[in-house]
């Protein structure tokens, strides 16, 4: 069981550096998958957007990042039918969610 709490955190030197773990946080696609779905499955969602699956993952090496990509469960192009979720690669940040249009 894990034990859940809430306040302010007594520990909030965010800069330091000793200790950090400097490697990618999410070195491959398998990764960016888990991370990108467990941000969507927490999302709040239309009704249509609930039923999405994942679709395609996309890594854009100029800019280290992944950008994994949800929609509806068929292989029928649904124009402005997806979501997509911008993860970097260095560590973790959601650079941007987006729904098509």
Do not use: H
């Not at 398998?30 to 990108?36: F, N, P, R, S």
């Not at 927490?42 to 990042?65: I, L, T």
């Not at 469960?73 to 729904?99: H, M, N, P, T, Y």
């Amino acid at each position: 069981m894990v034990k859940y709490e809430s306040g302010i955190y007594y520990d909030k030197d965010w800069n330091e550096t000793v200790g950090t773990y400097t490697e990618s946080a999410i070195p491959d696609k398998d990764t960016a998958l888990e991370v990108a779905t467990a941000i969507f499955n927490g999302m709040d969602k239309s009704r249509g957007a609930k039923e999405y699956v994942p679709k395609s993952v996309f890594f854009d090496y100029q800019d280290e990042v992944w950008i994994v990509s949800f929609g509806k469960g068929s292989d029928e192009f649904i124009l402005g039918g997806d979501c997509s979720i911008a993860i970097q690669k260095k560590d973790g940040k959601v650079l941007r969610i987006w729904f098509g249009e």
